[in-house]
């Protein structure tokens, strides 16, 4: 498998305090965005490569969804997004250089093999989805088990959560951070959709737009930059309505960002205005001094 490092500008969220914006290297897993993807802005410190990657472009829709990153399960659901045409799908698991199996399916969503053996902790194994019609198609993406020691210390932390006095909320999203400091996407995700929940029950603005931007900077992470744009597109409206004019100049940077990564020129250059107008309103001059520099090399 194809991997690269980039260099990421990173932005860092804290729910109620400050944002930070700092560079940090980081792995690009998708393959088919390596020109693309090189000043991408994700709010991440860390995302599911190296060596748990994606490999292939979602440009064509064809990727699998599940397992993803680390996983708790040692027989995980396999799953993938349906290709029109497809009379059949390849299913091949290899670990260690080799394959350990094989099998033709027709559905997108199958348990794991109860014949094969459970995949064993602290491994990282390849999943290849092919699909076999009038146009073939190949998917890919590198997972890994939690080892025992690493799987109790993540209990404990969870339960050392749970024992605090936390609100619903917080514990939810705590919970959620934990599980994506340790690359368990899916179980993070799932977590951010709870806390995102009971944010809307208790009308928290600010809550639900950080934890939209959490959502989406995991949406990034797996390569799904359309679904990105919706919750950064709703994260603004909110720090907007609660008029907090030094987290939605971010979010509106963010947005440039990805659309600036994606080749969409009007709409980056649209985001990029928005927050350089915030940032001149805020006196933010490093972060202005930034987007200028960025919309004027659009803009050439």
């Known amino acids: ?11 860092s969220l804290a729910l109620g305090s400050v944002l930070t914006v700092f560079n940090d290297s980081t792995t690009a897993a998708n393959e088919g965005f390596k020109n693309n993807y090189k000043k991408l802005l994700i709010a991440t410190k860390k995302v599911i490569c190296d060596p748990v990657c994606r490999e292939v472009s979602r440009r064509d829709n064809f990727y699998i969804i599940s397992p993803v990153g680390t996983l708790l399960s040692n027989r995980p659901k396999l799953a993938w997004t349906t290709v029109t045409g497809a009379t059949s799908y390849i299913v091949r698991l290899q670990g260690s250089g080799r394959t350990l199996w094989e099998l033709e ?76 400091d ?51 597109k709703a994260a603004y409206a909110n720090y907007s309505t609660s008029k907090n004019l030094q987290f939605s100049s971010q979010v509106a940077q963010f947005l440039g960002e990805v659309y600036s990564s994606l080749e969409q020129k009007a709409e980056a250059i649209r985001w990029y205005q928005q927050a350089k107008t915030e940032y001149q309103a805020i006196k933010d001059q490093k972060r202005l001094q930034w987007v200028e520099k960025e919309l004027s090399e659009l803009n050439q």
């Open 105 to 180: 399916v027709n559905n997108t969503e199958i348990s794991y093999p109860e014949n094969q053996p459970a995949l064993e902790p602290g491994l990282a194994y390849d999943l290849i989805v092919k699909a076999m019609g009038e146009e073939e198609k190949v998917t890919q993406t590198r997972f890994i088990i939690l080892t025992t020691q690493q799987a109790q210390k993540l209990k404990s932390e969870i339960d050392n959560i749970r024992n605090q006095n936390l609100t619903p909320q917080e514990t939810a999203f705590k919970i959620a951070e934990l599980y994506e």
């Open 182 to 232: 340790n690359n368990l996407i899916a179980e993070a995700e799932n977590n951010y959709q709870q806390a995102l929940k009971l944010a809307k029950n208790q009308n928290d603005i600010d809550g639900q737009a950080w934890i939209q931007v959490k959502l989406a900077r995991i949406n990034l992470t797996l390569d799904n930059p359309d679904q990105a744009i919706i919750l950064l």
């Open 1 to 11: 498998m194809k991997y690269r490092f980039m260099k990421y500008l990173i932005l």
